[in-house]
């Protein structure tokens, strides 16, 4: 089956629709699914739960307000293999007695 292209007429509606929106700060709406890019090997995974929407992007999350659409964190998913030995620098933080200060950037 072949998509066909919306009228240029309802693309216009769609448009000036989604500025009025964006103007008095309703946030977009999301559809949970996957998709698979095989041209940039990028893993998008979209998730609606009761609290926020997290958008994973090859095993990084963004957890975005359900209600407000606002960012509220970002984290790394389970299935990325993620382990503090390889993020440079954090072994080294995780090693440290508790009353210890961490190192800073000069």
């Known amino acids: 089956m072949i998509a066909r292209t919306p009228p240029f007429a309802l693309t216009l509606l769609r448009m000036w ?34 609290l926020f929407t997290v958008v994973s992007v090859n095993g990084v999350d963004v957890y975005f307000h359900r209600i407000t659409g606002a960012i509220d964190g970002v984290g790394f998913s389970t299935a990325t293999g993620c382990t503090a030995d390889g993020i440079p620098g954090l072994g080294r933080l995780a090693e440290q007695p508790a009353g210890a200060q961490a190192p800073t950037r000069s």
């Open 17 to 50: 629709a989604g500025k009025v929106l964006n103007a008095i700060g309703v946030p977009g709406v999301l559809q949970p699914g996957t998709y698979e890019a095989g041209i940039a090997r990028a893993s998008i995974r979209v998730h609606v739960g009761p």
